[in-house]
């Protein structure tokens, strides 16, 4: 089991655009948003491109210390 110190929670928040797309978008990770069919696809979409940046963040000398877990808590606009 992955200590609670080593533990990453994102909020990705889910919004329907004007023309019917959704747009989720990880809160903590500037830039990190993606559009998708479906809120479930934009999440996905989402999810995808957080671990591409964290992983080259770490690639780049931001290693996480010790394991890592990532959990993402989604919140869908009305």
Do not use: C, K
Request: glycine share 6%; net charge negative; no cysteine.
């Amino acid at each position: 089991m992955v200590p609670v110190e080593n533990r990453m929670s994102y909020r990705v928040e889910i919004e329907r655009e004007d023309d019917g797309r959704w747009i989720a978008e990880v809160v903590a990770l500037p830039g990190v948003l993606a559009y998708g069919s479906s809120p479930e696809n934009a999440l996905a979409n989402a999810q995808a491109m957080a671990l591409r940046v964290l992983a080259d963040r770490i690639e780049h000398g931001e290693p996480p210390h010790g394991p890592l877990s990532l959990r993402f808590e989604t919140s869908i606009a009305p």
